[in-house]
């Protein structure tokens, strides 16, 4: 199993910055990929970022050019830059870390972070 633990979240102004990380435990040899996740007031859980072991990214086209995400394998940490917040980035964010388990895949959820971006 893996533990991910959040941190970094706050109250930031319109167009602060902020920078999250995820510290990931356990068998963390076995992450394939990680992922941000975000829950807006009222709504669903969306995805928002994601990089892999080979350091491709993705990014969900409402935080590109904002947003950057990064990995460091040896440290088992995950960050997310995010610049010029906007009130609309609001929202719980969710560290989630993908495991390869034979031929299918094992998801670990962080208990998540509260990111306030006022106007």
């Known amino acids: 199993q893996v533990q991910v633990v959040e941190s970094g979240g706050g109250l930031v102004q319109a167009g602060g910055s902020l920078r999250l990380s995820c510290a990931a435990s356990g068998s963390t040899s076995r992450i394939n990929a990680m992922a941000w996740y975000r829950q807006a007031p009222g709504k669903g859980r969306e995805w928002v970022a994601t990089?892999?072991?080979?350091?491709?990214?993705d990014y969900q086209d409402s935080v590109k050019g904002r947003f950057t995400i990064s990995r460091d394998n040896a440290k088992s940490m995950m960050y997310l830059q995010m610049n010029s917040l906007k009130p609309e980035d609001t929202g719980v964010y969710y560290c989630n870390a993908k495991l390869r388990r034979d031929l299918a895949f094992s998801y670990y959820w962080g208990q998540g972070t509260q990111v306030t971006v006022s106007a």
């Open positions: 990089i892999t072991n080979g350091g491709n990214t």
